[in-house]
């Protein structure tokens, strides 16, 4: 089997991980233009590193978000921040995490698959499942559910590098319905409202997807959260993340310019990185455990885990690793 293309193809490669593996700590590589930093102790150096910022410093708002309502929202993401706006607005957002009790999100998740697991393909289910799982821990009413999931996709879709401008205006419709269900909360905490929701969406679909690939290897107890908590460390659902130098620095031996972009190796089982470190660390570590687990046990109490065929391959996103079970 070839190798991946690059780091940005090999999260939908079918193993990645022995290429992983043989990767040089820090190296530039000319056909993304992107530096590659895969030895976990410089990733984690990155991660703590100020100079090293998660969008470029030109452009802290994509350029075709800007002066549109996705790009307000985008604007006030802790995700999408640095500096003092990401430490005075992350406290709240991770305190917000915090506050959801496992029975609840465990309930949540039980109560989101059992909806939508008799209507839903499962390509679609995988990502519908712990967005609706979060809508309903936000208080988001029981007829307002589908819809909500529809904003969430389509406000990811508006995010995305290359965004069509049709998908643009759906965002921006979007995300004045979510907006809406927050109001009186202050603007920042209103758009990572939103996050909550929109960060669930890939990441935990990988978590369950990947899952349910390891349950078709090895048909492990599905009880606690000891078994995705093992896929989430083996077969990772997000496998690398980016930073912009916003000032020249050096990493292990090499000279980083102002300006250059960075691919930092998450997917190592080695290594405790999947849910990253540092200041952006992800809040929602806990919650994703929770609901892919509680889904994986809902399907297979629901039958619908035994009757699912092995995956196709793996959607082609650069950063997180999601199968596909449904023949195109
Ligand atoms: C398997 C599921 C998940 C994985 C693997 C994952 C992974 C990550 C990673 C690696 C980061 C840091 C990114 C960076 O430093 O560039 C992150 C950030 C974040 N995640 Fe998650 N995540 C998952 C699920 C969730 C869920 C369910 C929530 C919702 C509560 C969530 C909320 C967030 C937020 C708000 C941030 C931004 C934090 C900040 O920048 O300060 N994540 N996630």
Not at 114 to 128: G, K, N
Not at 222 to 249: K, M, S, Y
Not at 320 to 325: E, G, K, S, Y
């Amino acid at each position: 089997m070839d190798d991946p293309r690059s780091v940005l193809a090999a999260p939908s490669h079918p193993s990645p991980y022995a290429w992983y593996a043989r990767l040089p700590a820090i190296a530039f590589d000319a056909s993304i233009g992107l530096w590659v930093l895969a030895d976990p102790a410089l990733v984690a150096q990155a991660l703590e590193e100020p100079a090293l910022r998660v969008r470029p410093p030109a452009e802290p708002v994509p350029e075709a978000l800007r002066g549109r309502p996705t790009g307000e929202v985008f604007a006030r993401l802790v995700r999408m921040t640095d500096g003092d706006f990401h430490a005075r607005h992350r406290p709240a957002v991770a305190a917000g995490a915090a506050r959801l009790a496992r029975a609840a999100v465990e309930q949540a998740a039980a109560d989101a698959t059992r909806d939508l697991a008799p209507r839903t393909p499962i390509d679609a289910l995988l990502s519908a499942i712990p967005v609706q799982a979060m809508a309903r821990l936000l208080g988001v009413a029981a007829a307002d559910l589908d819809r909500t999931v529809a904003w969430v996709h389509d406000f990811t879709r508006g995010i995305a590098a290359g965004a069509s401008s049709d998908a643009l205006d759906r965002s921006d419709a979007a995300v004045a319905g979510l907006l809406a269900q927050a109001e009186g909360l202050e603007p920042a905490l209103a758009a990572n409202r939103i996050a909550f929701m929109q960060q669930a969406l890939d990441a935990t679909a990988g978590l369950i997807g990947n899952g349910i690939v390891a349950w078709q290897a090895r048909a492990a107890s599905l009880e606690g959260t000891a078994f995705i908590a093992h896929v989430a460390r083996t077969d990772p659902a997000v496998h690398n993340t980016r930073r912009f130098a916003a000032q020249d620095l050096v990493l292990g031996d090499a000279p980083i310019a102002a300006g250059q972009g960075l691919v930092l190796l998450l997917a190592n089982p080695q290594a405790k990185l999947q849910f990253g470190a540092g200041a952006h660390a992800c809040p929602g570590e806990r919650i994703a455990l929770a609901i892919a687990a509680t889904a994986l046990r809902t399907l297979a109490e629901l039958g619908a885990l035994q009757r699912l065929a092995p995956p196709q391959g793996y959607r082609p996103l650069p950063n997180a690793r999601i199968p596909v079970f449904a023949a195109a």
